[in-house]
């Protein structure tokens, strides 16, 4: 798995140091730390509502953060190189807009007026096209985006996020609502995309397991707080624990990783946080 | 060829100009009004619209067009929408529904003063269902203006506009202020509902903002075939009302011509019926 090893050397796409973000005046991220290389494919996992998509917002300049730097590499040199998926996108079947014009306008959405320049616009459907065959949507460029499925939505909008060529790209659950050949499709897809063009993946899930073969970190969210680091160091009992609050087993199941919450007897949480679903002793099936 | 076009309809001045402003205003309602059924805000233009009302009698009893009272008015309620409005859809509806009842109780007063003071019967009329035949000369250089101002905004904001329909986070992650979009969009908004109420009155004016639009979104899958459509079909049902109506006045009961206003709706959702039934045909494949 991580036979492409961490090179600390170079410079970070990303670099969150101490992050902490409020909601409404509660605390949905605490104290978040770490940094993401180029080429990297980064697993931020964690249940619903411990803060990855407000993680996501406070990366992307639309979440104030309350304290802490979030540095990115592409804006210290003055461009803005970060590619985003949002979460659940439902497109409207009426939308009048094929897959290959979603994906231009991940290419200029941002500039005024009506593209209209014949030579300019050559060049246009030259690059939606080549982004388009980079993830395999040539075979419905021309259709309806609305119209499409979950999963050729899903790769329609990482070519229009990809377009722009970022170093760094963002998606906020992109395996949710998917079935699990459009899930593999998505995962293969997002991990040549860091190996090929050496863009640092940052993505979140409630489930690791579909991402345990291609990712080399995983940043692990609960309760707003975070550990990092590779599945070996991060994914194990007491490292979790420490996270959660109280004590949680990790299994390791035919290749797949459980982490089950422990017995009645065990301390929870103080402040009443909830360490992800309880019932049936699980917590999350990460 | 008499039996279509009525004597006189191709040299009658007065349908001459209902032709160029039916037009002008059917291609900017059509157009703005393209991107108020993508972000889902037919409310907003017929709140607008019918608040306009208020604006138009108010400036009948100041003795002046009503199109500077449809648009003073349509401006200022826009802003109240913009600011009470807030992010959610629903205290959005809400918003616009209150603004909507104040502006149209002050339309009743205003039409109600107006009839009883000034003897002005036909304002009411003119506000409601609008006056394509009697437009005067003098406004169709400020129509023009106006018009200009709505596209202008329309077409420069074009990728945004798509953007934030598609998905707002989408747009706010390129760095496109989701406020400013909003801000602009409904000032092209108002000015586009105001010119339509001019022509069709202000209770119908909805039906040419979202009706072409609306049939056009069948039929097409690119953003400016949809524009180029929408705008066809908005001109075609307007001038096609007007040669209706022109027929209309060797029509009964009375011989004094049907309203232009219901044959340009009507044709409007004629339109949108065949284009929901040729969009039925096409999604069964």
């Known amino acids: 798995m991580s036979a492409h090893v961490l090179e600390e050397q170079e410079t970070p796409v ?24 180029p080429g990297e494919f980064t697993a931020l996992i964690g249940t619903n509502g411990a803060g990855k998509t407000t993680l996501l917002r406070v990366i992307l300049g639309l979440q104030p953060t309350s304290s802490g730097i979030v540095e990115l590499a592409g804006e210290r040199r003055g461009r803005r190189s970060v590619g985003y998926v949002p979460q659940k996108v439902l497109l409207d079947p009426d939308m009048p807009l094929r897959a290959r014009d979603v994906v231009a306008l991940g290419m200029d959405g941002h500039r005024l007026g009506i593209p209209l320049s014949p030579r300019a616009g050559r060049l246009r459907r030259d690059r939606v096209e080549a982004a388009l065959a980079s993830v395999d949507a040539i075979d419905f460029a021309d259709a309806r985006v609305g119209t499409l499925s979950g999963g050729e939505q899903q790769r329609v909008l990482i070519a229009h996020a990809l377009i722009g060529e970022p170093e760094l790209l963002l998606l906020d659950e992109p395996l949710a609502n998917l079935d699990l050949r459009s899930q593999h499709e998505v995962v293969a897809l997002l991990a040549r995309v860091a190996e090929e063009r050496r863009v640092a993946v940052v993505m979140s899930a409630h489930d690791m397991n579909p991402l345990l073969p291609v990712m080399h970190r995983i940043v692990y969210l609960a309760g707003g707080r975070a550990v990092s680091g590779t599945t070996d160091e991060v994914v194990r009992s007491e490292v979790l624990s420490a996270l959660y609050g109280h004590h949680v087993d990790v299994l390791r199941v035919h290749g797949r990783i459980l982490v089950v919450a422990g017995g009645e007897d065990e301390p929870v949480r103080p402040d009443g946080e909830e360490p992800g679903s309880v019932e049936s002793g699980i917590v999350s099936v990460p | 060829m008499n039996a279509l076009f009525a004597p006189g309809f191709f040299t009658n001045g007065i349908v001459h100009s209902a032709l160029i402003v039916g037009a002008v205003v059917a291609v900017v309602a059509a157009i703005v009004g393209t991107f108020t059924v993508l972000r889902a805000q037919s409310f907003a233009g017929h709140a607008l619209g019918e608040v306009g009302a208020t604006g138009g009698s108010a400036a009948i009893l100041a003795g002046t067009n009503p199109l500077w009272g449809f648009i ?128 069709i009155g202000a209770v119908l004016s909805t039906a040419l903002l979202v009706g072409p639009p609306a049939a056009a979104l069948r039929l097409t899958k690119r953003p400016t075939a949809a524009l180029v459509v929408a705008a066809g079909i908005g001109v075609l049902a307007t001038w096609l009302g007007i040669l209706l109506a022109y027929d209309s006045y060797t029509w009964p009961p009375s011989g004094r011509g049907w309203p232009v206003s219901f044959f340009i709706v009507v044709f409007v959702f004629c339109f949108y019926l065949l284009a929901q039934l040729h969009g039925r045909k096409l999604t069964r494949g």
């Open chain 2, 72 to 199: 003073g008015i349509a401006v200022v309620a826009a802003a109240a929408i913009e600011l009470l409005g807030v992010r959610q859809p629903r205290s959005r509806d809400l918003a616009t529904g209150l603004v909507l009842g104040a502006g149209l109780g002050l339309a009743a007063l205003f039409l109600y003063l107006g009839a009883t003071s000034q003897s002005t019967t036909g304002a009411s009329i003119t506000v409601l269902f609008g006056s394509l035949f009697v437009v005067s000369m003098q406004m169709v250089p400020s129509i023009v203006a106006l018009s200009i101002v709505a596209l202008a905004i329309v077409l420069v904001c074009y990728r945004w506009l798509l953007l934030t329909s598609l998905n707002p986070d989408l747009a706010a992650a390129r760095g496109v202020s989701l406020r400013l979009v909003s801000a602009l969009y409904l000032l092209a908004l108002a000015i586009a509902v105001s010119l339509s109420a001019e022509t």
């Open chain 1, 14 to 37: 990303l670099w969150l140091h101490n992050v902490s973000a409020d909601l409404a005046g509660r605390r949905v991220l605490d104290d978040v730390t770490f940094a993401v290389q």
